[in-house]
């Protein structure tokens, strides 16, 4: 059965969302704390390698949520093969945040952690609701704030900030149907 772009849209948007903020939440968690108690040079390496895994992370997790993002059995999705280009796209921006890095390594958590945020944008549009805009938004005005304000700290509080929006996304998320 052939399904318009409207059907697969709505079926997209049906879905729980759970398993790919839960990685990014573990994984910025991950490299706040990695910040917390490692030099910046293992900080550095920390978000390179824990922001690349959050897609793999959140294959695995999507095990445990219910949404199972590698069943093969399911309906091809327009939508879901979209959301993988606007991942490809948060992937790309290190094309950005590396010339930042090398002239000045504190950078790194400012950019990533705005640059890879701007998925969520497209994200919002696809299941109409406000969570991707709140997301984008207010994570990007937070990291640039924290990035000002704590310059001694930006490995540690900039990844604390992007985990405390993540809670903020996951609980909207959670209950946007019964808002509705």
């Known amino acids: 059965m052939n399904r318009?772009?409207?059907?697969?849209?709505?079926?997209?948007?049906?879905?729980?969302?759970?398993a790919t903020p839960l990685a990014g939440l573990i994984v910025w968690t991950i490299i706040g704390f990695i910040g917390i108690f490692f030099s910046e040079f293992v900080s550095v390496w920390s978000i390179f390698i824990g922001t690349g895994s959050i897609v793999y992370l959140g294959l695995f997790l999507s095990k445990f949520t219910g949404e199972n993002f590698l069943d093969k059995t399911k309906p091809k999705n327009e939508f879901d093969t979209l959301f993988?280009?606007?991942?490809?796209?948060a992937i790309l921006v290190y094309s950005i945040a590396i010339p930042f890095f090398l002239l000045d390594y504190t950078s790194l958590p400012m950019t990533v952690g705005?640059?890879?945020?701007?998925?969520?944008?497209?994200?919002?549009?696809?299941?109409?609701?406000?969570?991707?805009i709140f997301h984008t938004l207010t994570r990007t005005i937070l990291v640039l704030v924290l990035w000002y304000l704590f310059p001694e700290y930006r490995f540690i509080v900039i990844p604390f900030g992007i985990v405390l929006i993540y809670i903020i996304t996951l609980?909207?998320?959670r209950y946007r149907k019964q808002v509705e």
């Open 84 to 89: 993988l280009y606007t991942a490809g796209q």
């Open 171 to 173: 609980v909207i998320l």
């Open 114 to 132: 705005i640059l890879t945020g701007l998925m969520w944008l497209p994200f919002s549009w696809i299941i109409k609701h406000w969570s991707g």
């Open 4 to 18: 318009t772009l409207e059907e697969q849209r709505i079926e997209f948007a049906n879905q729980k969302f759970l």
